[in-house]
């Protein structure tokens, strides 16, 4: 079945520094992509949709420059936590539209981001 | 989207069904009901999807409504394994939008 892999799975990085998560469909092509962010007992709010060479488009009230997407193929996404906080730290969550049986919606096993 | 109501929490006994309702009572004919569940600290997981007929596979059932302003998910025999948070989303564009979800509780 359809794949997606996320990484880095856990990251601490010290306030000021910049994180890069990766999101990768495996076995096959996604043209978009999605990240959503979520805290501690609280539901996926998703923050922004990702297209490949194309700019992503951020849901109201998330910051571009503060969270960098990057779409460069049909199997990698990024996203770029820039001059992170302490408030950043959260549970970043990655999904791939395409392949699979579900009409597509595949979603990577999370990265934890902690910062210090 | 159509927004969408879950009760906050649930039990079951292992070994017996789990059946968890949603309400989109918002829902327009065009929009897929889907099913996702998150254990704790993983991505979401797909279970299952429909539009209007009831749907089966090997994980679970979904039962919808005639109207279709309402589903139930149905795992027929509910395990540990099968504790998790369990999303209800109704699609219409490309986005899925998760709301706050049930916490199903298996018990042994």
């Known amino acids: 079945g359809a794949v997606v892999s996320q990484h880095p799975s856990r990251v601490i990085c010290k306030s000021g520094t910049s994180v890069k998560i990766e999101c990768r469909s495996l076995?096959?092509?996604?043209?978009?992509m999605f990240w959503y962010r979520q805290f501690p007992k609280k539901s996926l709010m998703l923050m922004a949709t990702?297209?490949?060479?194309?700019?992503?488009?951020?849901e109201q009230g998330v910051e571009k420059d503060k969270f960098l997407i990057n779409h460069a193929s049909l199997t990698l996404s990024t996203l770029t936590v820039t001059s992170a906080h302490p408030e950043d730290s959260s549970f970043y969550i990655c999904?791939?539209?395409?392949?699979?049986?579900?009409?597509?919606?595949?979603f990577g096993s999370g990265t934890r981001l902690t910062v210090v | 989207d159509a927004k969408t109501t879950q009760p906050p929490s649930m039990d079951c006994a292992e070994g017996r069904a789990a059946n968890l309702p949603c309400n989109h009572s918002?829902?327009?004919?065009?929009?897929?009901v889907y099913w996702y569940r998150q254990i704790h600290s993983q991505g979401p997981q797909y279970i299952i999807h429909?539009?209007?007929n009831n749907e089966t596979n090997e994980m679970a059932s979904l039962i919808i409504t005639e109207d279709r302003k309402s589903s139930t998910l149905i795992l027929p025999h509910a395990t540990l394994r099968d504790t998790a948070v369990y999303y209800c989303i109704v699609r219409a564009t490309d986005k899925l939008i998760f709301g706050t979800g049930t916490r199903l509780q298996v018990f042994p």
């Open positions: 918002t829902i327009s004919g065009n929009e897929y």
């Open positions: 429909g539009l209007k």
């Open positions: 076995d096959f092509q996604a043209t978009t």
């Open positions: 990702s297209n490949e060479g194309s700019k992503a488009t951020y």
């Open positions: 999904s791939a539209q395409g392949g699979g049986r579900n009409y597509g919606y595949t």
